[in-house]
């Protein structure tokens, strides 16, 4: 087996992640209170938005490194108060069909992988029960472990990260299920 023998199911794997993504996010709905609102959100849209910060990532209150945290002026910011991580969007109405494509060309990805390490660990022969099992890891892998990181280091609810890790089990499952079907 080789990975451009495993196109098929590579497409095909991709085309169902993101199907059963839209059913996950459009239907189901359990991902509707990851967020929350802020108490006085005009106040906060009117004075941050006569900033006109541009869109990225920001944590406040910032230091350059390790020299500053341990300045005097940053523990005051610290303690007075907010501290936090923010990423700032462009203007204008969610870019759907970007993010779409983009959710796609990144479930082919891992399709990909999870295709070279079947190939590596597979053989034509192997049954449906064992390339479901090895893809379904390795895919895994790939949508669901990286998230933990989100918890760790920046704050994010666990509970809305054992949420995304369960999509990514479901997804895993899916890109197990359907190479498993067309293996061999």
Known sequence: MTILSLWLPILLSAVGVFIVSSIIHMVIGYHQ????????EEEFLDSNGKLEIAPGEYMFPFCAGP??????EFKEKQNKGPVGMMTILPNGPFAMGKNLF???IYSLIVG???AYIATLSL?????FNMVMHTVAVASFSGYALALIQNS??????WSTTIKFMF???VYALTTGAIFA????
């Open 67 to 72: 020299k500053d945290m341990e300045s005097e």
């Open 112 to 114: 990909v992988i999870s």
């Open 102 to 104: 983009n959710w796609f």
């Open 152 to 157: 760790v280091w920046y704050s994010r609810a």
């Open 181 to 184: 079907w067309l293996w061999g």
């Open 167 to 169: 999509d990514g089990l």
């Open 33 to 40: 209170n990851n967020f929350k609102q802020l108490e006085k």
């Open 123 to 127: 053989t034509a022969e192997s049954s």
